[in-house]
C-alpha cells in the first residue's frame, strides 16, 4: 500500500499564506490521484475543502486552494485566519483504493 | 436534506466483532457510493474501503482486507462496515461519507474495544 506524506505541522501568521504539500511514495502525484484536503478541529469530522485536486465546495472559503505543485498536491490558505488553525488531511486515490495522509497540524500564531 | 445517521457507540471484546450502520436521507440512495473511514483517539485518518451503492461492489484497504465487510440494503438506504477480529487498537470513530466528493459526513460511531 502507498504511502501518503504530509508535513506534520506548520505554523502561519494570522493574514499570511501557507502552503500544505502531499506526497506519494510511488512517484509524483498527478491529477489522476485525485487529490482531496480536509479539515479537522477537535471533536468534529472531517470537512472535505478541495476534491480532485482543485476543486472547491460550496463551503469552501475563497482564500483555500488547491494545486498540483513540484510532483506533489498542494493546500495554499492565503489570508489565515484565526479559524483555520486545524488538522489537514490529504486523500489520494490508488487504482480507486483511497489512502490518507498523516495529517498536517496547523497553527494560526 | 442530505444525511448521513450513523448508529449509536459499541464496546465490544477482543475477537468479536462490530457491525455500523449508515443510513442516507434526502437523495437516492442508490446514486453515491458510501466511503468508511476511521480514526482512532489522536490519530490519523484511516480509509477503510467504500461501495457502490447502486451495484454493491466494493474495494477495501490493504490494511483491513479480510477482516472488514461493507454492504448495504438498498431497501433501508443504508450502508453497513462490518469489522471482525476486533483488537484493542480498532478502538476509533468510525465514519460514513458520501461519495459525491465526499461532501456528507457521518457523526461518526465510537467504537469501544475493552476487555
Known amino acids: 500500500q502507498a504511502v501518503v506524506t504530509q508535513e506534520p505541522s506548520l505554523t502561519v501568521s494570522p493574514g499570511g499564506t501557507v502552503t500544505l504539500t502531499c506526497g506519494s511514495s510511488t512517484g509524483a502525484v498527478t491529477s489522476g490521484h485525485f487529490p482531496y484536503w480536509f479539515q479537522q478541529k477537535p471533536g468534529q469530522a472531517p470537512r472535505t475543502l478541495i476534491y480532485d485536486t482543485s476543486n472547491q465546495h460550496s463551503w469552501t472559503p475563497a482564500r483555500f486552494s488547491g494545486s498540483l505543485l513540484g510532483g506533489k498536491a498542494a493546500l495554499t490558505l492565503s489570508g489565515a485566519q484565526p479559524e483555520d488553525e486545524a488538522e489537514y488531511y490529504c486523500?489520494?486515490?490508488?487504482?480507486?483504493?483511497?489512502?490518507f495522509g498523516g495529517g498536517t497540524k496547523l497553527t494560526v500564531l | 436534506q442530505v444525511q448521513l445517521v450513523q448508529s449509536g457507540a459499541e464496546v465490544k471484546k477482543p475477537g468479536a466483532s462490530v457491525k455500523v450502520s449508515c443510513k442516507a436521507s434526502?437523495?437516492?440512495?442508490?446514486?453515491?457510493?458510501i466511503h468508511w473511514v476511521r480514526q482512532a483517539p489522536g490519530q490519523r485518518l484511516e480509509w477503510m474501503g467504500w461501495i457502490n451503492a447502486g451495484n454493491g461492489n466494493t474495494k477495501y484497504s490493504q490494511k483491513f482486507q479480510g477482516r472488514v465487510t461493507i454492504t448495504r440494503d438498498t431497501s433501508a438506504s443504508t450502508a453497513y462496515m462490518e469489522l471482525s477480529s476486533l483488537r484493542f487498537e480498532d478502538t476509533a470513530v468510525y465514519y460514513c461519507a458520501r461519495e459525491r466528493y465526499m461532501d456528507v459526513w457521518g457523526k461518526g460511531t465510537t467504537v469501544t474495544v475493552s476487555s
Open positions: 434526502g437523495y437516492t440512495f442508490t446514486s453515491y457510493a
Open positions: 486523500l489520494l486515490s490508488y487504482s480507486g483504493a483511497r489512502v
